[in-house]
């Protein structure tokens, strides 16, 4: 909320339908995958096509785990799979995402490993700059709620809005301030922003669809800046059920992604350079999540 790698930012949800590979005539998830005792352990993630986790694959089976990456096209399956324990873990999200999956649902999912930071980009293909972009121009941003707020918080850093209250990862559209703001706002399905981009002056455009868009990350005119102490909700997470969080195995698999300077190469060409890598303690991981929930459940009440 990833919710694949190439800079996600953050899920949001995808107007397909969710598409499991390989998942025909499986059950439950499996448990412990090491290679040659077990089944393997099922991995969910949008974007399984990136060629970095064949890498990831093989560099698990090296450390003697077996892993079958379960692709999703949807943003809305990983989580509810992970419930449901159709999957072990699932990479594809950040903490905003996962803790508002969470209260909205009820479950107990929790990060067991960081993976990255992506900064969330503004694009334009009629603008050079923000500050070419006239007063009372219309920009696009992701409809889904965690890219929504903080594709808002991008645009007030950039000065094209103003935010109520300085605006929060819970902004909205009725946050905006329309008399201290230069441009009119309008959301979409994160896939739309950039096929709107002939319509409106830009768009935040969701990680993954830069480089499907014919853009690269080097083309945004403005984005957020993932070494700010208050990006901590927006890492990247491996996530597994409360039960599950100290699973040797599923500990090691993090290890394994971090670690290995194959899959971080190709995670960083996935994402056209703008990967931040990090080794987040799991403690302040959770520590964010149960903030991020406590404060939304608040927002919510």
Same mark, same amino acid.
């Given at each position: ?23 025909? =005539? ?86 067991? =490993? ?126 597994? $059920? ?30 056209? =350079? ?22 939304? $459940?608040?927002?919510?009440?």
């Amino acid at each position: 909320m990833t919710i694949r790698t190439k800079l996600l930012a953050a899920a949001a949800a995808l107007p397909l339908l969710a598409v499991l590979a390989g998942c025909a =005539g499986s059950g439950t998830a499996s448990g412990s995958g090491d290679a040659g005792t077990g089944d393997p352990v099922r991995i969910g993630v949008v974007g399984a096509s990136d060629p970095y986790w064949e890498t990831y694959k093989q560099a698990a089976a090296d450390a003697g785990i077996a892993v079958d990456i379960v692709d999703f096209s949807d943003y809305a399956q990983p989580n509810p799979a992970l419930s449901e324990g159709e999957l072990d873990l699932n990479q594809f999200q950040h903490i905003v995402y996962l803790s508002q999956y969470n209260v909205s649902s009820g479950s107990d999912l929790v990060p067991i =490993g960081a993976t990255a930071i992506y900064p969330l980009g503004l694009y334009s293909t009629k603008y050079d700059s923000v500050a070419d972009i006239p007063a009372g121009e219309t920009v696009a941003v992701p409809n889904d709620e965690s890219n929504l707020a903080r594709g808002l918080l991008v645009l007030q850093s950039a000065g094209l809005v103003k935010l109520k209250d300085g605006g929060s990862i819970f902004a909205t559209l009725d946050d905006i301030d329309e008399a201290g703001s230069k441009v009119k706002v309008t959301t979409l399905e994160a896939s739309l922003t950039p096929t709107s981009l002939p319509d409106v002056a830009a768009a935040i455009i969701n990680n993954d669809f830069v480089e499907d868009a014919g853009l690269t990350a080097a083309d945004a005119i403005a984005k957020d800046d993932p070494s700010d102490p208050n990006a901590l909700p927006y890492v990247n997470v491996f996530a597994a $059920r409360a039960e599950d969080a100290d699973d040797p195995t599923y500990q090691k698999l993090v290890e394994v992604y971090q670690d290995t300077q194959s899959v971080l190469d190709g995670v960083q060409e996935a994402s056209g =350079g703008t990967a931040v890598f990090l080794k987040t303690p799991v403690d302040d991981l959770r520590a964010s999540l149960e903030k991020v929930e406590a404060d939304t $459940r608040a927002h919510q009440g």
